[in-house]
């Protein structure tokens, strides 16, 4: 778990990694990857990598920081969007004005 958002885990034999959607492809054509399928519809989010992929300790902690570096990725662009949309909020049209802004106008535009 990467910020309560999960980038990886166990099921039977197989580690499920979380992956950017756009890499699913690319990820796929790897023999010792298959799409996460576990309701019967692939998810592009995330894949199985089977076991025997995985018995060399630098491939398998390769595979665990793919998916630590996704969610994390994940979690700066959520704070990304997040001050992008409170600055719009802030300054946007048909918001209030600032302070500063108040004491800019005429005298008897303030009521």
Known sequence: MVGE???????KNDLIVRIEPTDF?????????????????????MVYVD???LRDPEVLRAWIQHGTDYVASLRRRRNAASAASRAQFQSGPGSPPTAAACQKLPGDLIH
């Open 5 to 11: 958002q999960m980038c990886c885990g166990v099921l």
């Open 25 to 45: 492809t690319t990820l796929v054509a790897d023999p010792h990857v298959r799409p996460f399928d576990f309701t019967r519809r692939p998810m592009q989010g």
């Open 51 to 53: 076991v025997s992929a």
